[in-house]
T-cell receptor, first 108, second 119 residues
Framework: SYLVTQSPSVSVAPGETATITCGGN??????VHWYQQKPGQAPVLVIS???DRPSGIPERFSGSNSGNTATLTISGVEDGDEADYYC???????????FGGGTKLTVL | QVQLQESGPGLVKPSGTLSLTCAVS?????????WGWIRQSPGKGLECLAT?????????NPSLKSRVTISVDTSKNQFSLELNSVTAADTAVYYC????FGVGYFDLWGRGTLVTVSS
């Protein structure tokens, strides 16, 4: 099955830019989705298909995907962005949905 | 607006069967999309168990396929999960969610329900 890797944690100061990555073999050829999950809450879709932002998601959230790395970028980080972030994709064929292990974003 | 609500026992005995139902309101299941179950063990990441369309087409997680049954009841606008032969490792928060086409993104989620496997 397809494996994806995420760094366990990222820390940034308010107003700075947070970069969260999702690594996988030739992941750039696959559509990657990103979720934000705050403690005690269900995940929320923040980016679909690498860079599409669902309605209601601030423009501060953006995404890209190329080569072996997909990236979620949060510009002008706010205290309320502190959460776990998960990437998700379908590697194709007979494989099922795959989630990354999650990255905890801490706002300093 | 569209809402999903999980329901079912919060405690299941080892070797028993975990059964959950997700009621969908504000949207008819027969109008499209797939519907699925995702779980999250305490302090862990997310794992998709299975998804199903209103016609009964399914995508199943190979690692759990032999233990998982997903079904849909269009007359009640709900879908269900059964996981048999449960162990403590199946203790988790179980979410139901709407999926784009079965293995796409999940755009709407229920609030989740904690199921504990214990005697």
């Amino acid at each position: 099955s397809y494996l994806v890797t995420q760094s366990p944690s990222v820390s940034v100061a308010p107003g700075e830019t947070a970069t969260i990555t999702c690594g996988g073999n030739n992941i750039g050829s696959k559509g990657v989705h990103w979720y934000q999950q705050k403690p005690g809450q269900a995940p929320v879709l923040v980016i679909s298909y690498d860079s599409d932002r669902p309605s209601g998601i601030p423009e501060r959230f953006s995404g890209s995907n190329s080569g072996n790395t997909a990236t979620l970028t949060i510009s002008g980080v706010e205290d309320g962005d502190e959460a776990d972030y998960y990437c998700q994709l379908w590697s194709g064929g007979s494989d099922h949905v795959v989630f990354g292990g999650g990255t905890k974003l801490t706002v300093l | 607006q569209v809402q999903l609500q999980e329901s079912g026992p919060g405690l299941v005995k080892p070797s028993g069967t975990l059964s959950l139902t997700c009621a969908v309101s504000g949207y008819s299941i027969t109008s499209g999309y797939y519907w699925g179950w995702i779980r999250q063990s305490p302090g862990k990441g997310l794992e998709c168990l299975a998804t199903i369309s209103h016609t009964g087409s399914t995508y199943d997680n190979p690692s759990l396929k032999s233990r998982v049954t997903i079904s849909v009841d269009t007359s009640k606008n709900q879908f269900s999960l059964e996981l048999n032969s449960v162990t403590a490792a199946d203790t988790a928060v179980y979410y139901c969610a709407r999926n784009e086409f079965g293995v796409g993104y999940f755009d709407l989620w229920g609030r989740g329900t904690l199921v504990t496997v214990s005697s």
